[in-house]
């Protein structure tokens, strides 16, 4: 891959994603002092309806999604929005060179090592939204699988993405809502992925792990669950002491312990995870800092429903984002 213009849209794949999560503090806190006050999730999605060969102007539908998301113990309910365009108004689009994402007034912007973003989501009496200054500049990129190419089953290559990601950025940055205005700082995850075949025909979804830890360990895992043993794959990355490295599925166990029934989709969500690698010094619970953290699409929405919001574990010194899919619908599908 070649930086800045890997960082652009990759229109010669079928489906690509940017995606931002993070954990927030209120001013006066820092990351890590105790728990966080609230998490966010920024995701800008580039799809080839037909073929890649086409003008992607005409080509490439856009969908966003954004949440924010109050972690307090009687925090109040969680905000989150779906915008859906074509590229051809100029509505949507993403730049081909550069880090350069927007959907309608939702935008990521690479000035000079420093994403921008700016996104809103509904509320009755108004409007959240938010403004965030990530640092990027002082954290290498984590490329997973061999140099950045993410096999998603065994042996094969048919099912795989492009993936690399920008672990543990330092966030500030301002929370806007309709009867005050938030100062916050954190400690945020940024994903871009693209590919045209993700999954087998044999594989429901994945269970994906992005977590941060007080003394700099960097680490995402992954399972794909398929029908069988067979057809699941399990990989991640790790990354501690300035050093990468790819972890297989006799590296780590991750194993689900407690779980949450949607009243909206009928989903069952683990919302609570027992890890361990032994390698990194690492066993702990991780669990849901709210259950109700799914994403329930409007009605016509390319996307099934699926489970994306903080985790933590109980002394707080490990942070970061659970996405679970396929358990209200199987997403392979949408890919």
Do not use: C
Request: proline letters at 6%; aromatic letters at 12%.
């Amino acid at each position: 891959m070649e930086f800045p213009r890997d960082d652009g849209s990759h229109h010669n794949y079928r489906t690509e994603w940017w995606y931002y999560t993070g954990q927030l503090w209120t001013e006066g806190r820092a990351p890590f002092e105790g728990p966080a006050d609230f998490g966010f999730q920024l995701t800008f999605f580039r799809r080839g309806e037909t073929s890649v060969h086409l003008d992607p102007r005409w080509n490439d539908s856009y969908l966003a999604h954004a949440a924010i998301s109050p972690l307090g113990p009687a925090a109040e309910p969680a905000r989150r929005a779906e915008l859906v365009a074509r590229g051809g108004l100029g509505l949507a689009g993403a730049a081909a060179d550069r880090l350069k994402i927007w959907n309608h007034l939702w935008s990521v912007t690479d000035i000079a090592g420093i994403h921008i973003l700016q996104f809103t989501v509904p509320e009755k009496n108004g409007e959240w939204s938010a403004e965030f200054r990530i640092d990027a500049r002082e954290v290498p990129l984590m490329f997973h699988g061999e140099k950045g190419f993410s096999k998603k089953e065994e042996g094969g290559e048919g099912a795989a993405s492009h993936y690399y990601s920008r672990p543990g950025m330092p966030l500030e940055g301002l929370l806007v809502f309709p009867d005050r205005v938030q100062r916050v700082s954190g400690i945020s995850w940024m994903d871009h992925e693209f590919m045209t075949n993700a999954l087998t025909a044999d594989q429901q979804g994945w269970d994906w792990l992005s977590l941060m830890r007080r003394d700099g360990l960097r680490l995402m895992l992954f399972r794909v669950r398929g029908n069988s043993h067979k057809a699941s794959y399990w990989t991640g990355t790790a990354r501690q002491n300035g050093q990468d490295r790819t972890l297989n599925e006799a590296d780590f166990k991750f194993e689900e312990t407690d779980y949450w029934q949607s009243p909206e989709s009928k989903g069952r969500y683990p919302i609570k995870w027992r890890l361990s690698v032994p390698s990194l010094a690492l066993d702990t619970t991780v669990r849901a800092r709210r259950n109700d953290q799914e994403f329930v699409p409007p009605a016509g929405s390319p996307v099934p429903p699926y489970w994306e919001g903080a985790v933590s574990d109980d002394a707080n010194s490990v942070v970061g984002y659970l996405e679970m899919t396929g358990y209200a619908g199987k997403i392979g599908g949408s890919l």
